[in-house]
């Protein structure tokens, strides 16, 4: 029987650079102590990145760390029973001590008693994606300094040739975002963290013709969409190249890679007045229809609609098509699952998560917090029924959060 342990070193830690998550290298150097001694700890892995981070929007010089944190859905051992996966994001805190974070947000972390711990080494998992957040966080710890990333948009980082992107050779890192003033910004790393190798601050990309909405690396490029649907992919020498003419309609834009395709997910605002409904079916959402809203415009059948806050009343999916360079509309997820978050947007199919329907969107959303818990405000679409419902209205989705399904067995709090 071959003795793993005794790999070549150079063959160890080239493996090792193909393991793109910071959760299967944790995994890698769990085998054994020739494995763990092959590759550094660094939760940026290969990636040629710098601590710590200045922020587009910000006139001082201060600067912040930048963290990788990975989204995973964790199935149950196997079992006669149907047992619901759980869905986490695993990632540093700003003191590089690995935490749990809900999926959804940039901010609201969860804690797990000590000293009990979550053995995934034998679990089956699924990688659905990866978010980078620069700042403090959490932020409500009074023993950390100030975050000053409060107008910090969505942050995306992908790995580039230095020579093609006109920062010395090998291989770089590049990170897009969105400033304050709706523009495109850039700033590059190279192999050599030197001053002529990475940028001191961050590049401000002059096109604009409408500010932009959001920002993926797709198919290993940097892709951009503006509040309009024109999607654009920024080249080396930081031009932009449009891929898909614009789409009117929605208030907000999102991208969504989802089984290789992009998606440009529409999300509509109003702040028409609304009500409660308790009669509504809730048509396959597993709870009894109650918490849906219901569109009015004040009075109607006799029911009093009370006015609200602008809040998401529809969305609509389009697929990019990358020869016709436009949007082809969407009209059913089939089995996918979209979720959009603070700070990622990813997807996942109903088989994997154990439910018998999908075509829908998770997102999240303030008004459907709570003000008497602390509880994140996330809302659901379904499509092909066009209603909108807190998340606490679907049992079968409000699973995959917080708490923990009972079969993962730690104490919380």
Same mark, same amino acid.
């Given at each position: 029987?071959?003795?793993?342990s005794?790999?070549?070193?150079?063959?160890?830690?080239l493996i090792?650079?193909?393991?793109?998550?910071?959760f299967y290298?944790?995994r890698?150097?769990s085998?054994?102590?020739?494995?763990?001694?092959?590759?550094?700890?660094?939760?940026h892995?290969?990636?040629?990145?710098?601590?710590?981070?200045?922020?587009?929007s910000?006139?001082?010089?201060?600067?912040?760390?930048l963290?990788?944190?990975t989204?995973?859905?964790?199935?149950?051992?196997?079992?006669?029973?149907?047992?619901?996966?759980?869905l986490?994001?695993?990632?540093?805190?700003?003191?590089?001590?690995?935490?749990?974070?809900?999926?959804?947000?940039?901010?609201?972390?969860?804690?797990?008693?000590?000293?009990?711990?979550?053995?995934?080494n034998?679990l089956?998992?699924?990688?659905?994606?990866c978010?980078?957040?620069?700042g403090?966080?959490?932020?409500?710890s009074s023993?950390?300094p #100030?975050?000053? *990333?409060?107008? +910090?948009?969505k942050v995306v $980082? @992908?790995?580039? =040739?230095?020579?093609?992107w006109q920062?010395?050779?090998?291989?770089?890192?590049?990170?897009?975002?969105?400033?304050?003033?709706?523009?495109l910004?850039?700033?590059?790393?190279?192999?050599?963290?030197?001053d002529?190798?990475?940028?001191?601050?961050?590049m401000?990309?002059?096109?604009?013709?409408t500010?932009y909405?959001d920002?993926?690396?797709?198919?290993?490029?940097?892709?951009?969409?503006?509040?309009?649907?024109?999607?654009?992919?920024?080249g #080396?020498?930081l *031009?932009v190249? +449009?891929v898909?003419?614009? $789409? @009117?309609?929605? =208030?907000?834009?999102f991208?969504v890679?989802?089984?290789?395709?992009?998606?440009?997910?529409?999300?509509?605002?109003s702040?028409?007045?609304?009500?409660?409904?308790d009669?509504?079916?809730?048509?396959g959402?597993?709870?009894?229809?109650?918490?849906?809203?219901?569109?009015?415009?004040?009075y109607?059948?006799?029911?009093?609609?009370?006015?609200?806050?602008?809040?998401?009343?529809?969305f609509?999916?389009?697929?990019?098509?990358?020869?016709?360079?436009?949007?082809v509309?969407?009209?059913?997820?089939?089995?996918r699952v979209?979720?959009?978050?603070?700070?990622c947007?990813?997807?996942?199919?109903a088989?994997?998560l154990?439910?018998?329907?999908?075509?829908?969107v998770?997102f999240?959303?303030?008004?459907?917090s709570?003000?008497?818990?602390?509880?994140?405000?996330?809302?659901?679409?379904q499509?092909g029924?066009?209603?909108?419902?807190p998340?606490?209205?679907?049992?079968?989705?409000?699973?995959?959060?917080?708490?923990?399904?009972?079969w993962?067995?730690?104490g919380?709090?």
């Amino acid at each position: 029987m071959a003795d793993w342990s005794q790999l070549p070193k150079d063959l160890l830690h080239l493996i090792s650079q193909k393991l793109n998550s910071h959760f299967y290298q944790l995994r890698f150097r769990s085998v054994c102590s020739s494995w763990r001694s092959s590759t550094p700890q660094n939760h940026h892995h290969h990636l040629n990145l710098p601590p710590k981070f200045p922020i587009p929007s910000n006139n001082h010089d201060s600067t912040f760390p930048l963290s990788k944190r990975t989204l995973f859905l964790i199935s149950p051992p196997p079992n006669p029973h149907t047992l619901q996966p759980w869905l986490i994001k695993i990632g540093p805190d700003s003191r590089d001590q690995t935490r749990l974070w809900h999926p959804l947000s940039r901010d609201k972390q969860f804690s797990i008693h000590s000293p009990n711990s979550i053995d995934f080494n034998h679990l089956p998992v699924i990688d659905l994606g990866c978010e980078f957040v620069i700042g403090n966080f959490p932020s409500q710890s009074s023993s950390l300094p #100030p975050n000053n *990333s409060l107008y +910090m948009e969505k942050v995306v $980082v @992908f790995e580039a =040739d230095a020579d093609t992107w006109q920062i010395g050779k090998g291989r770089c890192s590049i990170l897009l975002t969105i400033h304050i003033s709706g523009k495109l910004a850039v700033f590059r790393c190279g192999d050599e963290r030197s001053d002529d190798r990475c940028d001191e601050k961050w590049m401000i990309i002059p096109d604009m013709l409408t500010p932009y909405d959001d920002v993926c690396v797709y198919k290993g490029r940097p892709f951009a969409v503006d509040s309009t649907g024109r999607a654009v992919v920024v080249g #080396p020498d930081l *031009s932009v190249e +449009m891929v898909a003419g614009p $789409v @009117f309609g929605g =208030d907000k834009k999102f991208l969504v890679e989802s089984e290789g395709d992009l998606l440009l997910v529409d999300k509509y605002l109003s702040c028409l007045v609304n009500c409660l409904r308790d009669d509504v079916d809730g048509g396959g959402g597993g709870g009894d229809g109650g918490g849906f809203y219901e569109i009015g415009h004040g009075y109607l059948d006799g029911e009093f609609y009370e006015i609200g806050r602008e809040r998401a009343v529809r969305f609509d999916v389009f697929r990019l098509d990358e020869k016709r360079k436009k949007w082809v509309e969407v009209k059913s997820l089939e089995d996918r699952v979209l979720f959009l978050g603070e700070d990622c947007a990813f997807s996942a199919s109903a088989l994997d998560l154990r439910i018998g329907y999908g075509n829908c969107v998770i997102f999240r959303d303030d008004v459907y917090s709570d003000s008497q818990s602390s509880e994140l405000g996330v809302g659901v679409f379904q499509f092909g029924r066009f209603r909108i419902a807190p998340l606490s209205c679907f049992p079968c989705y409000s699973m995959f959060f917080w708490p923990p399904p009972e079969w993962v067995g730690v104490g919380l709090r």
